[in-house]
T-cell receptor
Framework: GAVVSQHPSRVICKSGTSVKIECRSL??????MFWYRQFPKQSLMLMAT?????????EQGVEKDKFLINHASLTLSTLTVTSAHPEDSSFYIC?????????????FGNGTRLTVT | QKEVEQNSGPLSVPEGAIASLNCTYS??????FFWYRQYSGKSPELIMS????GDKEDGRFTAQLNKASQYVSLLIRDSQPSDSATYLC???????????FGKGTKLSVIP
């Protein structure tokens, strides 16, 4: 149980274009999903918290107009990287928890490797 | 001061040995602790969680928590080459669903 699906797994795009990444909870409902970014040999850095039916909460230093998050249903959150630039190239990973308690672990999608040329 | 600290390694152990991975955290209000394994180029996968002081065992893995010392560890018994990966310590503060991750310790099990 607790499967999180992320698509696409890999995307290459040209500078200036936009890329949409989907994150789905397959066997549970998730009112909250988290988007992380990981640069090579770095730790996971939380970008934003996606809340179903309301605005996402962005971490300090993350541009909300550049990284658009939509959480329109209890099983789907999307991250759109707008006007992508080479410095946005990274590994983007979503996560969610089937439980709502402090002890509920996060389960991660398989990640999306974005390369902006 | 970093919130969650781990020795980056690499930690090399021979096959069959015990691997010991350590993590310290700064927030005394932290309540939940998790160990994830991340293979190169892959996303993290949950290995264990621990919430109370003491030891928690699951197969070859044992998590240890000492809240007074703000210390959590992961022991891997009978280490296998397939255990070679980066191990991430994650901490959750009270009142939050977010996880804060350490930078991870790279483990290499030598056949």
């Amino acid at each position: 149980g607790a499967v999180v699906s992320q698509h696409p797994s890999r995307v290459i795009c040209k500078s200036g274009t936009s890329v949409k990444i989907e994150c789905r909870s397959l066997d549970f409902q998730a009112t909250t999903m988290f988007w992380y970014r990981q640069f090579p040999k770095q730790s996971l850095m939380l970008m934003a918290t996606s809340n179903e039916g309301s605005k996402a909460t962005y971490e300090q230093g993350v541009e909300k107009d550049k990284f658009l998050i939509n959480h329109a249903s209890l099983t789907l959150s999307t991250l759109t990287v707008t006007s992508a630039h080479p410095e946005d190239s990274s590994f983007y990973i979503c996560s969610a928890s089937p439980g709502q308690t402090i002890n509920s672990p996060l389960h991660f999608g398989n990640g999306t490797r974005l390369t902006v040329t | 001061q970093k919130e969650v600290e781990q020795n980056s390694g690499p930690l090399s152990v021979p096959e069959g040995a015990i691997a010991s991975l350590n993590c310290t955290y700064s927030d005394r209000g932290s309540q939940s602790f998790f160990w994830y394994r991340q293979y190169s180029g892959k996303s993290p996968e949950l290995i264990m969680s621990i919430y109370s002081n003491g030891d928690k065992e699951d197969g070859r893995f044992t998590a240890q928590l000492n809240k007074a010392s703000q210390y959590v560890s992961l022991l891997i018994r009978d280490s296998q080459p397939s255990d070679s990966a980066t191990y991430l310590c994650a901490v959750r503060r009270a009142g939050s669903y977010q996880l804060t991750f350490g930078k991870g310790t790279k483990l290499s099990v030598i056949p």
